[in-house]
């Protein structure tokens, strides 16, 4: 395929944006990207697209939301976001609880939207894993996956407080959330210890007892060796430095899921090179912890060098609308560019599936949307969207 006399959007640092091009594709691989100036391939095929008047973005990403495990227009039976029968549960995966034929999936794809990072909710401490799949092309959600894991879910503040008062059971308290979280990961570093051990000396003389299989330590050995990074739901500035004191305690790779307060706090932020996911940014203050919410956190993330995404949270926010949310924080301060780039390129890095989606660079996958007028006006629509190389209908 071969669409021409494009603007191109390619949120990458080599090319930027080409007022004039082309995008090849094959095999749902983009093979190259150019200004029209360098094209010297045939127009005149039918499998082509003169995009005269169209700007093609890399479809979108959506950086942390639920989509597929709370299921649409369902109650109970299709809500399996929270395990709340027990505070630590790293061991549970999104895999086995989304449903990819899900309606609000095909929303996501006619919107633009290509990835989803999806996984658990914020009841427990530790909730379980995301993972990053496609929003088209099967309704086997083993098919859509791009990684799995992304990420292990923690959560710190009302949340897990609130949920276990309502139970009369620990953690009702910050201090007993984070002590939960401290537990678990000082289980799993002594399991893994205990396995090293019993490897190195398997076979002689000295072998050590090898540890009885646990679970939920197997599921947290990809995060201690960084081959996945934590998740940490956190809204207050308090619970925010909480996160970052653990993960500096057990040297994991971590990310800040809404960031709430990281407005108030974002020299501190730049400080520690922490990166955000933040949103939703179309809802109201529900909560407390939700107090200083403001359309401006992302100008002032960015402003300070804070590496940051934009999300949904769907079903907080609908998911089709998340590039609307991004320009919301362009009302808020943040350029149009740099909201573009929290919706394609920021989001995949921060989540490490950058090496397939988030920019139009050979040899990513063929991710495209097409929009006429302003990306971020809730009035436009794609005029086509591309996954894998195939159109959208």
């Known amino acids: 395929m071969i669409i021409y006399n494009a603007r191109i959007f390619t949120a990458s640092e080599d090319n930027g944006i080409i007022e004039c091009g082309f995008i090849e594709t094959n095999g749902g691989v983009i093979t190259a990207v150019g200004s029209m100036d360098e094209f010297d ?9 003169d995009a005269s008047g169209l700007t093609v973005y890399p479809a979108f990403v959506d950086a942390h939301c639920h989509i597929g495990i709370i299921e649409n227009g369902l109650g109970f039976e299709g809500d399996d976001v929270n395990e709340e029968t027990d505070p630590s549960t790293p ?3 999104a895999i086995d609880a989304v449903n990819a034929a899900d309606l609000c999936f095909s929303e996501a794809a006619r919107a633009g939207i290509g990835t989803v990072v999806t996984g658990v909710g914020s009841a427990n401490p530790i909730g379980g894993s995301f993972l990053a799949m496609k929003t088209y092309g099967s309704s ?11 990420s292990i879910k923690f959560a710190l503040g009302e949340n897990p407080k609130s949920v276990y008062h309502d139970r009369d059971e620990s953690p009702m308290t910050r201090m007993a959330t984070a002590a939960v979280i401290r537990e678990q990961l000082m289980k799993a570093r002594r399991y893994m210890e205990d396995k090293a051990e019993y490897e190195r000396t ?47 305690e057990f040297a994991i790779d971590y990310v800040l899921i809404h960031a709430t307060d990281g ?37 002032k993330l960015h402003k300070h060098g804070v590496k940051f995404a934009i999300c949904t949270d769907h079903p907080e926010t609908p998911v089709q609308y998340l590039p609307v949310t991004a320009g919301i924080a362009v009302r ?31 040899g990513k996958d063929a991710d495209l949307t097409a929009f006429r007028g302003e990306v971020f006006d809730i009035a436009e629509k794609p005029e086509f969207v591309i996954i894998n190389g195939k159109f959208v209908d």
Not at 41 to 49: A, P, Q, R, S, V
Request: aromatic share 2%; proline share 4%.
């Open 41 to 49: 391939g045939d127009t005149d095929t039918g499998d082509t697209i």
């Open 91 to 93: 061991h549970l995966r």
């Open 140 to 150: 086997r959600i083993d098919k859509l996956v791009v990684k799995d894991p992304v």
């Open 202 to 248: 398997k076979g002689t003389d000295d072998e050590a007892s090898r540890p009885e299989f646990d679970i939920k330590c197997e599921a947290l050995i990809p995060l201690l060796e960084k081959r996945v990074k934590a998740h940490f739901h956190c809204h207050r500035q308090d619970d925010m430095f909480t996160a970052i004191r653990i993960a500096k």
């Open 263 to 299: 407005h108030l706090i974002a020299d501190e932020l730049a400080d520690e090179r922490a990166e955000c996911i933040i949103g939703p940014l179309f809802t109201d203050r529900c909560k407390p912890e939700l107090v200083n919410q403001s359309i401006e956190n992302a100008a």
């Open 332 to 362: 808020g301060g943040l350029s149009k560019e740099q909201a573009i780039r929290a919706v394609t390129i920021n989001a995949a890095r921060i989540c490490g599936i950058d090496d397939r989606v988030g920019s139009i660079e050979a």
